[in-house]
């Protein structure tokens, strides 16, 4: 099972942590899988690439870790521009959870970027 834990912060998110493997088909042909990691990646690029966020990221093949977090120094305004990259890719998770249950939980939790260590 794969578990996916957003980090948020007050009312915005700042991150998020995944890991582990879905188990729903073999390596190269796990849809489950294949979504996760499409959503996250994107969520990824977009926050590094279009908003010019110097995204933290820490990340293990093995374990199937991927863990994102905001810098602690964003503006506002990218704070909130973040948070809506954030959480559509939250929203998309979710309903792949409700379909894939069995694969896929996702959570939020508190704390902000103090909530996961590298």
């Not at 390596?27 to 926050?47: E, F, K, N, P, R």
């Not at 093995?62 to 863990?67: Q, R």
Request: aromatic share 8%.
């Amino acid at each position: 099972m794969t578990r996916i834990s957003f980090f948020q912060e007050g009312d915005l998110f700042t991150g998020f942590r995944a890991e582990g493997h879905t188990g729903y088909a073999p390596a190269g042909s796990d849809i489950v899988c294949a979504g996760i990691s499409a959503l996250l990646q994107s969520t990824v690029i977009a926050l590094a690439e279009l908003l010019a966020i110097p995204v933290e990221l820490k990340t293990e093949k093995k374990t199937g870790l991927f863990i994102c977090r905001l810098p602690a120094a964003l503006t506002g305004e990218e704070r909130e521009k973040a948070d809506l990259l954030l959480r559509s890719a939250h929203r998309g998770l979710l309903r792949m959870a409700d379909e894939y249950s069995e694969y896929l939980r996702v959570t939020i939790r508190g704390g902000g970027n103090n909530a996961e260590t590298f």
